[in-house]
C-alpha cells in the first residue's frame, strides 16, 4: 500500500495566486513527520517545510504553509503569492520515528509538478 | 562551504561495467541514504547507514552496493548486476531519524 499518495500529476496557477498541493499519507506510528520538498528541472532535492505529528499547529516557512488535518491523514502544502522561480516538482515526504520496518526513512510520494503562468 | 557534494554530475557506463557514484559531506551527520529517482516518479530508497560500518538495504537494493568506512563518505556501486541502472541517483544526509534530509546534486547516470 502507498504510504504517501499525490493525487496531482500537474497543476497550473496564475502568478501571484495561491495554490494548495494535496498529499495523504498512511501510517499507524504515532510519531512521525511530514516534509515537502522542492525539486526545480535542475534536479536537486531543496526542503521546504516540516510538520511533526504531534505539533499543535501547522508548520509555515515564509510563503510556504502546510495544511495538517491528523484526523484525515493529510499534509496540504499551501504557496501563497506563486513566483514564476515556484515552477518545480514538489514531493511530499514522511518518516516514521518509531516503526521498525522504516527505521526513520523518508519515504516519498510521486510528486506534482507545479507550472506557475505569468 | 558545509554541504553534500555528488561526483561526478554525468556518468556514461558501458553495459557490464561497475560503476562508483562519489558522496562526500561535512555536515557532521550520522545518516546517509542513497535513493533513485526515475522519469516522472518520486525517489525510492537504495541503502541507508544510521553510523560508519553499518548499513542497510532500502527497498531496490539488488545490483547496488555500498560502504561506510568514514563518516563523511558513503559511495555508491551501480554493479553489472543492475539491469536497468539508467536514473538521477540522489543522496542525502541527515542529522538523526526525526529532522529534514539535505541532498547533493545528484549524478545522472546513463548507460551506453
Sequence with gaps: AQKITQTQPGMFVQEKEAVTLDCTYDTSDPSYGLFWYKQPSSGEMIFLIYQGSYDQQNATEGRYSLNFQKARKSANLVISASQLGDSAMYFCAMRESRERRSQGNLIFGKGTKLSVKP | ?112
Design chain 2, 1 to 112: 562551504d558545509g554541504g553534500i557534494t555528488q561526483s561526478p554530475k554525468y556518468l556514461f557506463r558501458k553495459e557490464g561495467q561497475n560503476v562508483t557514484l562519489s558522496c562526500e559531506q561535512n555536515l557532521n551527520h550520522d545518516a546517509m541514504y542513497w535513493y533513485r529517482q526515475d522519469p516522472g516518479q518520486g525517489l525510492r530508497l537504495i541503502y541507508y547507514s544510521q553510523i560508519v560500518n553499518d548499513f542497510q538495504k532500502g527497498d531496490i537494493a539488488e545490483g547496488y552496493s555500498v560502504s561506510r568506512e568514514k563518516k563523511e563518505s558513503f559511495p555508491l556501486t551501480v554493479t553489472s548486476a543492475q539491469k536497468n541502472p539508467t536514473a538521477f541517483y540522489l543522496c542525502a544526509t541527515s542529522r538523526d531519524r526525526v529532522t529534514e534530509a539535505f541532498f547533493g546534486q545528484g549524478t545522472r547516470l546513463t548507460v551506453v
